[in-house]
């Protein structure tokens, strides 16, 4: 049996986003339900060991994973240094699949696989790339937090001779896409705020924001969308596009929901118990959830709202909470024990800009509690409208306000029949042992024609 070289390329492993921890249950399963058959690498592209979850490297040493970490102060303007980084990661380990989980990655990864000079000709052969000034505008303006890598890939920008990349030796590619909009490096809220009243502009620069994401996932091998509104957006966008569902509850999961439900203390009588589980960055609106949850307390004056989560608006989430004792704040909470915290709440609040398809929302939902969010993403996948929680169609204070006090003014018996019909709805959902064995599919079928046999599948 040939052991198939696996890369997944993530930016920060100790990053706590949803997209990370489903990356590593990913390679949890690869290396414990097959094993010898996969060499795994991971590659760092942004940082090393920044977030909140240091834990994460003593696990993938302990599974026997590979960790490819850039340098911190390698990205140079046009330097294509993080292409670079992966080329040589590539060829020195003979990786046979790259499975990215972040545009980052992509842009990367097809930079590196046509080499930086054709891949400058194939995007300046484009019809969009007239307008590729207005994307260089959005770049520098900083509002997006990755600039630097952006700024690597872009033509006609810098010094004349920036030193091109050579093709690296052929490998397979595979791209999850984790969000379920057709963006790549800004959203539509970031455009207003740089733009304003320039419609001509915003206009450009919504364009280009998708076309730099379609131009990079045409080139890949396989594209995997991971929500029903993700995989509508992508279809047509590459060869071979292939909806996988994110599903992130296993027998462990199962048990630790069960043994959470035992130890946790009774419901409150009084008042209702909400929380925010996830990072407090712009896409989640928490500010907003906040913001709305002070009003909602006028009417509902004993209910709660407990967020969980660190990121860069816990100072402003803190400052606009200030006046109430209602609202807490527990910080980062390790994955593991979210579990345990969601037997004690009501129902979750998630009304996102964005989303792909939340891990705490399977988890709430396996718990038996009610989800009350936007339509973002893979959300309606899941959840339904006054059956398992609320859904919202345009995300608002006013909105939240309305469906926080719909759901504070059901009466028991239809609190309980909506935690039952979430429940039922992840018993019927992909389990995760399927949705990761479709990743094993998918990286055999990458390798057709080789001896890559394995014994539990036959492949």
Same mark, same amino acid.
């Not at 076309?211 to 996932?217: A, E, I």
């Not at 390798?447 to 492949?459: E, H, I, K, S, Y």
């Given at each position: 049996?040939?052991?198939?070289?696996?890369?997944?390329?993530?930016?920060?492993?100790?990053?706590? !986003?949803? %997209?990370?921890?489903?990356?590593?249950?990913?390679?949890?399963? *690869?290396?414990?339900?097959?094993?010898?058959?996969? /060499?795994?690498?991971?590659? /760092?592209?942004?940082?090393?060991?920044?977030?909140?979850?240091?834990?994460?490297?003593?696990?993938?040493?302990?599974? !026997?994973?590979?960790?490819?970490?850039?340098?911190?102060?390698?990205?140079?303007?046009?330097?294509?240094?993080?292409?670079?980084? *992966?080329?040589?990661?590539?060829?020195?380990?003979?990786? %046979?699949?790259?499975?990215?989980?972040?545009?980052?990655?992509?842009?990367?990864?097809?930079?590196?696989?046509?080499?930086?000079?054709?891949?400058?000709?194939?995007?300046?052969?484009?019809?969009?790339?007239?307008?590729?000034?207005?994307? %260089?505008?959005?770049?520098?303006?900083?509002?997006? %937090?990755?600039?630097?890598?952006?700024?690597?890939?872009?033509?006609?920008?810098?010094?004349?001779?920036?030193?091109?990349?050579?093709?690296?030796?052929?490998?397979?590619?595979?791209?999850?896409?984790?969000?379920?909009?057709?963006?790549?490096?800004?959203?539509?809220?970031?455009?207003?705020?740089?733009?304003?009243?320039?419609?001509?502009?915003?206009?450009?620069?919504?364009?280009?924001?998708?076309?730099?994401?379609?131009?990079?996932?045409?080139?890949?091998?396989?594209?995997?969308?991971?929500?029903?509104?993700?995989?509508?957006?992508?279809?047509?966008?590459? @060869?071979?596009v292939r909806y996988i569902p994110v599903a992130c509850i296993g027998d462990?999961?199962?048990?630790?929901?069960?043994?959470?439900?035992?130890?946790?203390?009774? @419901?409150?009588?009084?008042?209702?118990?909400?929380?925010?589980?996830?990072?407090?960055?712009?896409?989640?609106?928490?500010?907003?959830?906040?913001?709305?949850?002070?009003?909602?307390?006028?009417?509902?004056?004993?209910?709660?709202?407990?967020?969980? !989560?660190?990121?860069?608006?816990?100072?402003?989430?803190?400052?606009?909470?200030?006046?109430?004792?209602?609202?807490?704040?527990?910080?980062?909470?390790?994955?593991?024990?979210?579990?345990?915290?969601?037997? &004690?709440?009501?129902?979750?609040?998630?009304?996102?800009? /964005?989303?792909? *398809?939340?891990?705490?929302?399977?988890? =709430?939902?396996?718990?038996?509690?009610?989800?009350?969010?936007? @339509?973002?993403? !893979?959300?309606?996948?899941?959840?339904?409208?006054?059956? =398992?929680?609320?859904?919202?169609?345009?995300?608002?204070?006013?909105?939240?306000?309305?469906?926080?006090?719909?759901?504070?003014?059901?009466?028991?018996?239809?609190?309980? &029949?909506?935690?039952?019909?979430? @429940?039922?709805?992840?018993?019927?959902?992909?389990?995760?042992?399927?949705?990761f064995e479709s990743y094993v599919l998918a990286y055999h079928d990458l390798?057709?024609?080789?001896?890559?046999?394995?014994?539990?599948?036959?492949?």
């Open positions: 049996m040939n052991t198939i070289k696996l890369l997944q390329v993530v930016t920060d492993l100790s990053f706590v !986003g949803g %997209d990370h921890v489903y990356v590593r249950k990913l390679m949890r399963y *690869l290396t414990t339900a097959h094993p010898g058959r996969f /060499e795994i690498h991971v590659a /760092e592209v942004r940082d090393h060991g920044t977030g909140e979850d240091l834990g994460a490297y003593d696990e993938l040493l302990a599974l !026997g994973v590979q960790v490819h970490s850039i340098k911190r102060d390698a990205t140079r303007y046009l330097g294509f240094d993080l292409p670079r980084f *992966l080329a040589d990661v590539i060829s020195e380990n003979g990786i %046979d699949i790259v499975h990215s989980h972040i545009f980052a990655a992509d842009l990367a990864v097809a930079a590196c696989r046509a080499g930086s000079r054709r891949f400058l000709e194939d995007l300046e052969l484009e019809p969009a790339a007239a307008d590729l000034a207005v994307l %260089d505008l959005i770049i520098k303006s900083g509002i997006t %937090d990755l600039a630097e890598i952006y700024l690597d890939a872009l033509p006609g920008r810098g010094p004349a001779n920036p030193g091109f990349l050579p093709a690296t030796p052929s490998f397979q590619w595979i791209s999850t896409k984790h969000l379920g909009a057709l963006k790549s490096i800004c959203q539509e809220q970031d455009l207003e705020r740089l733009f304003g009243g320039d419609r001509p502009l915003w206009d450009k620069g919504h364009d280009l924001n998708s076309f730099l994401q379609r131009f990079v996932s045409r080139q890949s091998d396989v594209v995997v969308t991971i929500s029903a509104m993700a995989n509508a957006l992508w279809t047509g966008t590459a @060869r071979d462990l999961e199962w048990a630790a929901i069960e043994n959470a439900r035992q130890l946790a203390a009774p @419901r409150r009588a009084v008042g209702t118990r909400y929380a925010f589980v996830g990072r407090l960055a712009r896409k989640k609106n928490p500010l907003l959830l906040i913001e709305a949850f002070k009003e909602h307390l006028e009417t509902f004056p004993d209910d709660e709202l407990v967020v969980v !989560g660190d990121g860069r608006l816990l100072r402003a989430c803190k400052e606009a909470a200030e006046g109430t004792q209602r609202i807490s704040f527990k910080g980062h909470v390790p994955p593991a024990e979210v579990i345990g915290l969601l037997a &004690e709440v009501d129902a979750i609040c998630l009304f996102s800009s /964005e989303e792909g *398809l939340p891990l705490v929302v399977q988890e =709430s939902m396996a718990s038996s509690v009610p989800v009350l969010a936007s @339509r973002a993403g !893979g959300i309606p996948d899941l959840v339904r409208h006054r059956e =398992s929680g609320f859904l919202v169609d345009e995300v608002s204070a006013e909105a939240i306000v309305e469906t926080l006090a719909e759901f504070s003014g059901l009466d028991l018996m239809a609190r309980q &029949e909506m935690a039952r019909a979430a @429940r039922r709805s992840i018993e019927a959902w992909i389990s995760e042992e399927e949705a390798l057709r024609g080789r001896d890559v046999p394995d014994a539990r599948t036959g492949f």
